[in-house]
């Protein structure tokens, strides 16, 4: 199967640092989504980013695409204590299912 | 807001049993997902449904099928449960067909996830 492949896979930064981290696939793509899943629970969507487009914002939320690497980045801004996380990232290849990474830990240290 | 239930939190079954795991959606959603998900795997998708009686396989099929008799009822069925189905399943919905502006498929809504232990 096709799935997006998120690089680094753990990160511990300081609050108020910035938190960077990559999503690479293989195939061309409709979108490519990032979801968060704080432990134990659902995943909540962030944000979708369109082939067409190669930078969306939302809020503290960077996501930028280059669909000629096939590689995607989700960069969380000036980080909280709230957004330790798993992280992940979803391939839409356009047949009506998300393909999703292994996951991307990020700690956050108060 | 979109709602996802998913009927347990919590379940233990013995080995052998047949165990129903229920999800429901409240958007009138056309797509429905069943995955799990195990440490370092990710998720799996199990098998997805994008309308009513309408299933396809996903990646890890055996040992499952899914039922969906009405458009906010996705089930997912162990048929005889062993050990090393023991994961977390979540179950999600999204937004399919024409009125997509994206394409078929869209942004997903999860349940809370059903971590089932057999033993």
């Known amino acids: 199967s096709q799935q997006g492949e998120e690089d680094p896979q753990a990160l511990s930064i300081q609050e108020g640092e910035n938190a960077t981290m990559n999503c690479s696939y293989k195939?061309?793509?409709?979108?490519l989504q990032w979801y968060r899943q704080n432990s134990g629970r659902g995943l909540v969507h962030l944000i979708l980013?369109?082939?067409?487009?190669r930078e969306k914002h939302s809020g503290r939320l960077r996501v930028t695409l280059d669909t000629s690497k096939k590689s995607s980045s989700l960069l969380i801004t000036a980080s909280r204590a709230a957004d330790t996380a798993s992280y992940f990232c979803?391939?839409?290849?356009?047949?009506?299912?998300?393909?999703f990474g292994k996951g991307n830990q990020v700690v956050v240290i108060p | 807001d979109v709602k996802v239930t998913q009927s347990s939190r919590y379940l233990v079954k013995r080995t052998g049993e047949k165990v129903f795991l229920e999800c429901v959606q409240d958007?009138?959603?056309?797509?429905m997902f069943w995955y799990r998900q195990d440490p370092g795997l990710g998720l799996r998708l199990i098998y997805f449904?994008?309308?009513?009686?309408?299933?396809e396989k996903g990646d890890i099929p055996e040992g499952y099928s899914v039922s969906r008799e009405k458009k906010e009822r996705f089930s997912l069925i162990l048929e005889s449960a062993s050990t090393n189905q023991t994961s977390m399943y979540l179950c999600?919905?999204?937004?399919?067909?024409?009125?997509?502006?994206?394409?078929?498929?869209?942004?997903?809504?999860f349940g809370q996830g059903t971590r089932l232990t057999v033993v």
């Open positions: 195939t061309s793509i409709n979108n």
């Open positions: 980013i369109r082939s067409n487009e």
């Open positions: 958007m009138d959603h056309e797509n």
């Open positions: 449904s994008y309308d009513v009686k309408m299933k």
């Open positions: 979803a391939t839409d290849f356009g047949n009506n299912r998300l393909a």
């Open positions: 999600a919905s999204s937004l399919g067909g024409a009125f997509n502006p994206f394409g078929r498929s869209a942004e997903a809504f």
